[in-house]
Nanobody, 121 residues
């Protein structure tokens, strides 16, 4: 079993910055993909940013140039640096890791518990 623990959310004024972190523990042989998603009240969960084990990244258009994702397979962590935050970034943010627990196992996606980010205007 794999556990993901997120931290770093909070309340910030518009234009401010926050850094989210997600640490994985448990039976982990490899981590293929890491990502951050968010869900605002009344909206569907959406992809914010993702990175692969090879270091390629992908961002939602709404956060390009403001957010930066970085993954560290050795430390089993993924970070999300969020700058120039806007009120519309307010949401619960979830980390998502695609993990193989053993060499012969298929990849399984695990979710963090979510951390609240609130941006005031």
């Amino acid at each position: 079993q794999v556990q993901l623990v997120e931290s770093g959310g909070g309340l910030v004024q518009a234009g401010g910055s926050l850094r989210l972190s997600c640490a994985a523990s448990g039976m982990i042989f490899s981590i293929n993909n890491m990502g951050w998603y968010r869900q605002a009240p009344g909206k569907q969960r959406e992809l914010v940013a993702a990175t692969t084990s090879r270091g390629s990244t992908n961002y939602a258009d709404s956060v390009k140039g403001r957010f930066t994702i970085s993954g560290d397979n050795a430390k089993k962590m993924v970070l999300l640096e969020m700058n120039s935050l806007k009120p519309e970034d307010t949401a619960v943010y979830y980390c998502n890791l695609e993990v193989r627990s053993h060499y012969y196992d298929p990849s399984v996606r695990y979710w963090g518990q979510g951390t609240q980010v609130t941006v005031s205007s």
